[in-house]
């Protein structure tokens, strides 16, 4: 009888011990909150970390004090209001543990998230040195999350605030461009202090920022949910993609490490990069093939940044040049251009050995082989045709499992928002600015149901009701048709999503950048306007200016002979046309075929007309991925992309 009732007190005694240890592990402040931070203005902050369950634990900064206690998850929370805008001031924090935080600004906090255009580095962007140099700005703040994946709840962000200077801006994993051109535009105009979190990943769709019970209401998600949790249970690695649990279970090359600069291949066959899949006995079937050889380089190896050109290739490939990992890729950088770091190469015999990954008959290396090559930093080329040694790795054809999608990065559902997102939750802050679209764009329609409720997961998060939301809607991408497409591209869906969705949710809104882009390059080095025109939406809608947020918008149009007058609202200053001539308007008539129009200012509207279309039933302006921008109004916006049909 003692032992049966001996045995359950054993067991609560060995739980609450892996309790505390558990929390122990957890810092007893969230890192979140830290010296050079930002504290939200003007509204209830919530202060939280970890402690002993039951311990009390008091917060003060400035005369303002809060009390809390940890519960039984060792968490606590504290709530107070901060003191005026300004510092810098220090929060104290008492309990178990003794913790001051210095330098701390009260200010209004921004959460930067999207894919690499909000994360592209000032450093990169145009005149980026010389923008960089100028980077001093103390009333200005960042807190960048590093990328990390999570299959489950993340409760511990990673990161610390930094004040706003050069050094916090290398060309990788620096300080957002788009963010620092708005955080320096409101600064200057308001005298605010600005936090910047950013929280941004390239290459990611929207999904992978979304609360996971979102996405089980949403059937055709329930399939990569399902994967997911399988690797979950497993305890396998948070990858945040599907293809490298794929390489783990089926790659014998990666498990043999056949990418080292030292392996005996001499079992391989000889072959090239443009035969390989025929030569090695794959040519239908999808499979993975390692692909190795060697190169000479000149004594002294020219200096300069050095990049392997692969060209187009399907599906995805791995490239390794003396044993180190140089580029990976399926979809964000075709053609293939990856850096070498310049303690890489080596002069004489350098080892190159490349994994590819084929799903279709004709995949691949696409590209001529003459285009496939490395460029050294003196712009020598050594080129990559020619023998190499090659073997199969993975056979895939049926009935061998392929993997559920192709990206090497993170682009899981639900991910980024159990990594990147909940752990910053419940931080008190005054907004996000949202770039993001590029990677949603083959399922574009979809993107109309996940942005929305993207925003409401957010705001549930944080708890703040419908803070703003400003939405970066795309620039000008690809090459420009010469002729107007009958039907929208899913770069141009994204963006009328884009505008619709900031039109339509409480507390968003969008602004255009259609006028800035790089037809070759998804990443534009232009971010000026774009971080700008976001501020001119905070500076009108949190700080009460006067100013104008967006350029020429659709109203209406009416119905002349031969002819459509377009109305607009978004006039200010007057129509403004910019370039040789007011173009790129099209315009359709009951048999929907649409052709150019000539288009001519009247007042505040555009009157357009065809001499191919007599009677026009329908006009669209700017309906393409690159279009050619030349409405303007006189605060120098660009007009909304738009089209009065919904065919």
């Given at each position: ?38 504290l ?5 902050n ?27 998850d ?46 592209f ?19 200005i ?33 620096g ?13 200057a ?5 600005i ?12 999904e992978?920022w ?12 329930g399939?990569?949910?399902?994967e997911?949790a ?8 948070e ?16 498990k ?5 600069a ?20 794959v040519p ?41 990992w140089?580029?990976?890729s ?9 850096p ?46 020619g ?8 056979d ?29 939750a ?8 949202w ?6 764009q ?15 997961d ?37 963006r ?8 339509r949710?409480?507390g ?8 800035t882009?790089?037809?070759d390059?998804i990443?534009?080095?232009e ?8 501020a001119?939406?905070?500076l ?5 200016r ?5 350029g ?5 149009f ?13 006039t ?12 790129e ?18 007042g ?6 065809s001499?191919?279309?007599p ?30 049909d919904?065919?």
């Amino acid at each position: 009888m003692l032992r049966a009732l001996i045995a359950p007190v054993l067991v609560l005694l060995f739980c609450a011990r892996l309790a505390a240890a558990d929390v122990a592990a957890l810092p007893f402040v969230s890192p979140v909150f830290g010296e050079h931070m930002v504290l939200q203005r003007g509204k209830p902050n919530r202060i939280w970390g970890w402690s002993t369950p039951g311990a009390e634990v008091r917060v003060e900064i400035a005369g303002q004090s809060a009390r809390a206690t940890a519960a039984a998850d060792g968490r606590w929370q504290a709530e107070l209001t901060p003191p005026p805008a300004g510092g810098p001031y220090t929060l104290t924090i008492d309990g178990p543990q003794h913790v001051e935080i210095g330098d701390i600004l009260v200010g209004d906090v921004w959460l930067c998230s999207g894919q690499s255009n909000m994360e592209f580095s000032l450093r990169g962007a145009r005149d980026g040195e010389a923008e960089v140099a100028a980077a001093n700005h103390p009333g200005i703040r960042f807190f960048r999350v590093p990328t990390k994946s999570a299959y489950g709840p993340v409760v511990v962000p990673t990161g610390e605030w930094k004040v706003c200077a050069p050094e916090i801006f290398p060309m990788w994993g620096g300080g957002s461009a788009v963010a620092y051109y708005f955080a320096r535009k409101v600064n200057a105009e308001t005298g605010v202090p600005i936090g910047v979190i950013q929280s941004a990943v390239g290459g990611t769709p929207a999904e992978c920022w979304m609360e996971p019970a979102t996405l089980e209401r949403m059937p055709e998600f329930g399939p990569a949910l399902a994967e997911i949790a399988r690797f979950k249970a497993r305890g396998e690695p948070e990858y945040g993609n599907f293809i490298s649990h794929w390489y783990d279970a089926f790659d014998r090359g990666q498990k043999e490490e056949w990418g080292k600069a030292q392996l005996d291949d001499s079992a391989w066959k000889p072959t090239s990069l443009k035969t390989a899949f025929a030569d090695l006995g794959v040519p239908e079937s999808p499979a993975v093939v390692w692909l190795r050889r060697d190169i000479e380089l000149p004594d002294p190896v020219p200096a300069g940044m050095a990049k392997v050109l692969l060209g187009v290739v399907e599906k995805m490939d791995t490239v390794f040049i003396n044993g180190r990992w140089i580029g990976a890729s399926s979809w964000v950088e075709n053609p293939r251009a990856y850096p070498i770091a310049p303690e890489v190469l080596r002069p004489g015999r350098n080892t190159v050995a490349i994994r590819v990954l084929k799903t279709k008959p004709d995949g691949g290396f696409t590209t001529p082989a003459a285009d496939l090559k490395i460029v050294l930093g003196d712009g020598t080329a050594v080129p990559l045709e020619g023998t190499w040694k090659g073997t199969v790795s993975v056979d895939a054809r049926a009935p061998h499992p392929l993997p559920f999608a192709y990206e090497n990065y993170p682009t899981m559902p639900a991910v980024l928002f159990n990594g990147m997102i909940r752990p910053l939750a419940p931080l008190a802050l005054t907004g996000a600015l949202w770039y993001q679209g590029e990677a949603n764009q083959f399922k574009a329609q979809q993107y109309r149901t996940l942005l929305p409720a993207m925003i409401a997961d957010w705001r549930a998060a944080f708890g703040q009701g419908d803070f703003p939301f400003y939405i970066v809607s795309l620039p000008a991408f690809m090459q420009r048709k010469s002729e107007p497409p009958a039907a929208a591209d899913g770069w141009t869906q994204i963006r009328e999503i884009q505008l619709e969705i900031g039109h339509r949710v409480p507390g968003a809104a969008t602004i255009v950048t259609v006028d800035t882009g790089d037809a070759d390059n998804i990443h534009p080095t232009e971010k000026v306007p774009v971080g700008e025109r976001l501020a001119r939406l905070a500076l009108k809608n949190v700080y009460g200016r006067d100013v104008v947020t967006a350029g020429p918008t659709f109203a209406k149009f009416e119905k002349l002979s031969g002819a459509l007058r377009i109305h607009f609202t978004g006039t200010e200053g007057g129509l403004v046309v910019k370039g040789d001539k007011l173009g790129e308007f099209a315009v359709a008539g009951e048999d929907k075929v649409w052709h150019w129009a000539e288009a001519r200012l009247e007042g505040d509207m555009v009157v357009v007309s065809s001499a191919q279309v007599p009677q026009p039933v329908a006009v669209r302006y700017a309906w393409q991925a690159n279009p050619l921008a030349t409405l303007f109004n006189g605060a120098g916006l660009p007009a909304a992309p738009f089209r009065s049909d919904n065919w």
